[in-house]
């Protein structure tokens, strides 16, 4: 019988209401492993029926005993999880070394999360002695969480692990070509200790589940990763409802190299900026600024890193495949607009093959020198490992390069000079500034975009702003 990914609600495995299923192809070989449910609105109104029964114990309950779940869950995750990352690894194609940092990542956020939350208050406001004045947090409710497939656990612990450290319930809906691993964890996460309908995990295309939770008069809030165009079309429908919303809508990130730089540090950095999880990151650092006089030979020793990546399936490669065959697709293309714009890949420029490739969607990291921002290769967020790098005179012309961008992320910067370090992060219209490495941050730092990039803020404290409600009490004595 072939295995079949369902919809995981109330606590127990849920057929689509409807009976559709898709089948699941594995980006290393193309070759079917499993079924996934093909969910709809119905669906939909399952699971929020079910985190709405489950919100009034899970609200009411004290903040330290949600935090301990939440934190035995994350050792627990620690200890037994590794079949969850396994799947997550098989549906993504990304090498088992990625998904090592990616399980302990996953349980980071309930660690902090569920630590901080017996911590989280409102505060007292002084207006005289005639009045005892304090704001409290409340949680929204029932929150819709919408997920994308380039790195499921990780996204769905960032969004998942505040909204219930503060007493929501969750309908979370992973994205169609990725849904296991949160299925599995949402099993887990029951089987040691969360109250059942607390979590529930919906499958099934994101045109049919994201439209129905957003409209969904039940839902309270949305955190949504993804694409610009699906973000502004939940957007449209949020408006209707006064729904507040969470959005990341990806990046085109300046990855900024300045002369004083270490520069055999700023090429291995901004190599992995560009060909972690094969490009398939929000954050990437694909647009890299190289300060004219250094050009050159910072550009041969960045030619040099790229060249010793290795491409497969197995746990030790350094670039695993594109996820879907539509972004493989998509990827493709851009490797026709940068010949029609008389760009010449550096190194790489095409699909990589192979024997031990044969059958899956793997992408040559490549890079493009001699790139105008202008070009539709430097504006446009690909997806995948291809870099711009484009050069630049001095400290404004980088921040005007940087800038000049609907989006705005992330951006990195090499230097050694602290002043220069603090003038241009100043300057950079980006939700995060990375210096002297390019990473993706931390659990603790909040992370978000400017601009069509988004806007809300997801991990450390600020997070839980989103997820929680001020309310002022005013008592006159």
Partial sequence: MVERTLSFIGGTDVEPIEGHYADKLDPRTQRKIKEVANGGAKDVDLAVASASTALPAWRDMRPSERGRILVDIARKLREEGQHIVDIESQETGKPGREMATLLDLTAQYFEFYGGIVNVMDGEVINVGPD?????????????????????????????????????????????????????????????????????????????????????????????FTGGLKAGQELGRIAAERVLPLTLELGGKSANIVFDDADLEAAAAGSTRAFTWNSGQWCAAGTRLLVQENIHDAFVKELIDNVAQLRLGPDFDASNGPITTQAQFDKIKGFFAVAERDGLTPAIGGKVAVGAELEGGNYIEPTVYTGVRNDMEI?????????????????????????????????????????????????????????????????????????????????????????????????IRL
Avoid at 145 to 156: D, E, G
Avoid at 198 to 212: C, H, Q, R, T, Y
Avoid at 436 to 441: D, F, P, V, W
Wanted: include cysteine; hydrophobic fraction near 45%; charge should be positive.
């Fill in 131 to 223: 009045y005892h004045v304090y704001t409290r947090r409340d949680p929204f409710g029932v929150i819709g969480v919408i997920l994308p497939w380039n790195a499921p656990l990780h996204q769905a612990a960032r969004a998942i692990a505040p909204a219930l450290a503060t007493g929501n319930t969750v309908v979370a809906k992973p994205s169609e070509h990725t849904s296991g691993s949160l299925v599995a964890f949402a099993k887990f996460a029951v089987n040691h200790g969360l109250p059942a309908g607390v979590l529930n995990v919906v499958v099934g295309k994101g045109s049919a589940i994201g439209p129905a939770m957003a409209a969904h008069p039940v839902v309270r809030k949305i955190s």
């Fill in 378 to 474: 430097a504006r446009e967020e690909i997806f995948g490992p291809i870099l711009c790098v484009i050069p630049f005179k001095n400290e404004a012309d980088a921040i005007r390069i940087a800038n000049d961008s609907e989006l705005g992320l992330s951006a990195g910067i090499w230097s050694r000079d602290i002043g220069r370090v603090h003038r241009v992060a100043a300057g950079l219209e980006a939700g995060r500034i990375v210096v002297n490495e390019y990473s993706g941050g931390f659990v603790q730092t909040p992370c978000g975009g400017f601009k069509y990039s988004g806007y809300g803020r997801e991990q450390g404290i600020d997070a839980l702003s989103h997820y929680t409600q001020l309310k002022s009490v005013i």
